[in-house]
């Protein structure tokens, strides 16, 4: 059975960093594509980040580049976001999401149960 | 506010065929894959469609997916109570090297 379980959430000051981490089950993680997707409360879907499934080619929305990192640990089954100089409209619940077969970056058919982030002073 | 335009709200009664629009641009739905979620309060979000018209396994035949142009549409036909829900499309954007999704639309069955 595939499993992905989110982890690290939490409250965090304005400017404060945070690294969440993914960890995936019941499937050969280093074949796919993952990707990070937030959702503010109460407001639709947002996506964050994608890589690829050896690690070499990420992507980022512009809201994050430059302050967020996708990286993935192939031997740990793990995916991580590490989310630096957050500030109050980085606050939602963020999920970690598979795409739906070895052949396609997009389309993400399991996703965590998501971890809540939170940053306020 | 969202790249691909969703209509905020849309409703059904049982039975009833319901159809959800996508407007993009060429740069995402007119050159790329078009996928649909549906999504209850408090749930991680489903994969409907992927590749335009495909369904993952387990999504009943009641929910269809098509694409022409820039537009994309979810149609979900024999509509059911437990339809409502929220669903979002989504797509690659290549000018924004990002996927982007829809602001997505809260359907209600009547």
């Known amino acids: 059975e595939v499993q992905l379980v989110e982890s690290g959430g939490g409250l965090v000051q304005p400017g404060g960093s945070l690294r969440l981490s993914c960890a995936a089950s019941?499937?050969?993680?280093?074949?796919?594509?993952m990707h990070w997707v937030r959702q503010d409360p109460g407001k639709g879907l947002l996506w964050v980040s994608r890589i690829n499934s050896d690690g070499s080619s990420t992507n980022y929305a512009d809201s994050v580049k430059g302050r967020f990192t996708i990286s993935r640990d192939n031997a740990k089954n793990t995916l991580y976001l590490q989310m630096n100089s957050l500030t109050a409209e980085d606050t939602a619940v963020y999920y970690c999401a598979r795409v739906v077969d070895t052949t396609t970056r997009n389309g993400l058919d399991y996703w965590g149960q998501g971890t809540l982030v939170t940053v306020s002073s | 506010q969202s790249v691909l335009t969703q209509p905020p709200s849309a409703s059904g009664t049982p039975g009833q065929r319901v159809t959800i629009s996508c407007s993009g641009s060429n740069s995402n739905i007119g050159s790329n894959n078009v996928y649909w979620y549906q999504q209850f309060p408090g749930t991680a979000p489903k994969l409907l469609i992927y590749?335009?018209?495909q369904r993952p396994s387990g999504v009943p035949d009641r929910f269809s997916g098509s694409k022409s142009g820039t537009s994309a549409s979810l149609a979900i036909s024999g509509l059911r109570s437990e339809d409502e829900a929220d669903y979002y499309c989504?797509?690659?954007?290549?000018?924004?090297?990002?996927?982007?999704f829809g602001g997505g639309t809260k359907l209600t069955v009547l």
């Open positions: 019941g499937f050969t993680f280093s074949t796919y594509w």
């Open positions: 989504a797509a690659w954007d290549g000018s924004l090297s990002a996927v982007v």
């Open positions: 590749r335009d018209t």
